[in-house]
């Protein structure tokens, strides 16, 4: 009986009565797109129509992808060579792009470097200590008081907000030049090696403040050349050298009242970080360093004992009068100490032979002890700790971010690169420590809030920022927040 117009048509049965259309009209394409499935994928447009029909377990819309290992054809596709090695690489730069990896690096790489040098300061200068009268651990207490001060500061450093570091960027330098003043006047300043650069704090405490400098040069031409930028100054060769340079060779003129050469080599070095990063002409950058250089020469030419560390690059032999003595017997500690060293505490240089053996040459003693290991291992950290830093410069939109991070990076890795160097006679002997390694807490704790710096700047980079706040433990202290200010009737 045909339907009359009060009969609902059932669409199972009618075959596309109910829209209006054939039932042939509606079977053909659908036995075309069945048909393009049964011969291999079929494009995108084709299977958008068909969320439905299910191929294997999969949707149709999911047959365009074809599984992994296998190729279009149905058959199994070989992996590319060298897949281990690029899955390897992948692995290593997605962990490397994350948004903390900047944060742990510094944080881990200082914290171990100071920790190893804490062990490598005792075993170094027990000998030492016992020399003088004193007892073996004279050396590492005070070295492990000036670790624990330096670890509060580089606690606070982390967590100061930036427009505080950028506060205290002309007090510190203020304070820094007075100090440096200080040293020169008779009577308050002391003389160590044949260097005025020391002030006595009372009984075995003293200070050189000349290591505060460098800290207070980064701030304070940090803070100098952002406001700078924001100003849109630096293009002008003025406003980029006055009043930095000047600034800086006034520092440098302090320093070398009293000899410190090293120090004045590492303040230069930090002046040159600022100004690369602040964009400088080469020909500016060239004048500067010429001037430098010509300084330099000059200043090394007329002091014999200089020209006598320039003459010890490379010697192999004490000479006639011992003048290479210190730079022979590091090469001698690093040569002894093989694949793995001889163990802590077993060093034959230390007993007298090598000077100097906890402060500017104890990466000799590391490498007697601790061997080729060691000395790699020490080597990887700083270059862990410059690399980051190198990351946290080049990823923030800050500039007084960029300009202080470039200048920390540029100070701690050109002090290792120069006093490593020294030790393996590649380059002259220039008396600066190794940075967080060797003993003085006048070196460790400015260097220690320099890390501060670094770890602050990598928190505050957005990505870290949101990484921070969503960790479970701050999760958790956030929850509890909210719980106790809800009314109490509620649950």
């Known amino acids: 009986m045909p339907p009359d117009a009060t009969t609902t048509p059932d669409p199972r049965r009618a075959g596309g009565a109910a829209t209006g259309r054939p039932r042939a009209a509606r079977r053909e394409p659908l036995t075309a797109r069945v048909r393009a499935l049964g011969r291999g994928p079929a494009p995108a447009p084709a299977l958008a129509g068909l969320p439905g029909v299910a191929l294997r377990g999969r949707t149709a819309g999911s047959a365009t992808r074809p599984a992994y290992g296998r190729a279009v054809g149905g058959g199994r596709s070989r992996p590319p060579r060298g897949g281990g090695l690029r899955r390897l690489y992948e692995q290593a730069r997605r962990a490397w792009d994350r948004p903390l990896t900047a944060y742990y690096v510094i944080l881990g790489a200082g914290l171990l470097i100071t920790v190893l040098g804490l062990v490598m300061v005792y075993s170094a200068s027990m000998i030492t200590a016992l020399k003088y009268s004193l007892p073996s651990s004279y050396f590492f207490r005070k070295q492990f008081l000036a670790a624990v001060i330096g670890t509060g500061l580089l606690l606070i450093a982390s967590r100061m907000p930036l427009r505080l570091h950028r506060a205290l960027a002309y007090p510190i330098l203020v304070v820094s030049a007075c100090l440096m003043v200080l040293v020169q006047i008779p009577g308050i300043g002391q003389s160590v090696n044949g260097n005025q650069n020391w002030i006595s704090l009372g009984g075995p405490f003293q200070l050189q403040p000349s290591e505060f400098g460098k800290l207070a040069l980064i701030l304070w031409g940090a803070d100098l ?40 080599i590492i303040l230069t070095a930090i002046l040159f970080g600022l100004l690369w990063l602040a964009g400088a002409p080469t020909r500016l950058f060239v004048g500067v360093l010429s001037v430098a250089a010509v300084i330099g020469a000059v200043l090394i030419g007329t002091n014999p004992n200089r020209m006598a560390r320039f003459q010890c690059v490379g010697a192999t032999d004490p000479g006639p009068d011992d003048s290479c003595w210190q730079a022979v017997h590091g090469i001698y500690a690093l040569a002894s100490g093989g694949w793995f060293g001889s163990g802590i505490g077993a060093s034959v240089e230390k007993w007298g032979q090598l000077p100097e053996a906890h402060t500017d040459f104890i990466f000799a003693i590391t490498g007697e002890e601790l061997g080729l290991a060691g000395t790699l291992s020490v080597l990887a950290l700083f270059a862990a700790l410059g690399y980051a830093g190198i990351r946290v410069a080049g990823r923030t939109e800050d500039p007084f971010v960029r300009y202080a991070a470039g200048g920390v990076t540029t100070w701690i890795t050109a002090q290792a690169v120069v006093n490593i160097g020294a030790v393996l006679g590649l380059l002259p002997i220039a008396g600066v420590p190794l940075p967080l390694f060797s003993y003085g807490g006048s070196a460790l704790l400015p260097t220690m809030f320099a890390v501060g710096l670094l770890i602050a700047f990598a928190r505050e980079d957005p990505a870290a920022k949101a990484a921070l706040a969503v960790r479970p433990g701050m999760r958790w202290k956030t929850m509890r927040r909210r719980v106790k200010e809800r009314p109490s009737g509620e649950r």
């Open 225 to 264: 050349l952002a406001r700078k930028q924001d100003k849109r100054l630096l293009t002008q060769w003025k406003h980029l050298l006055v009043p930095l340079v000047p600034v800086a060779f006034t520092l440098l003129g302090l320093i070398m009242l009293g000899g410190d050469m090293g120090t004045a």
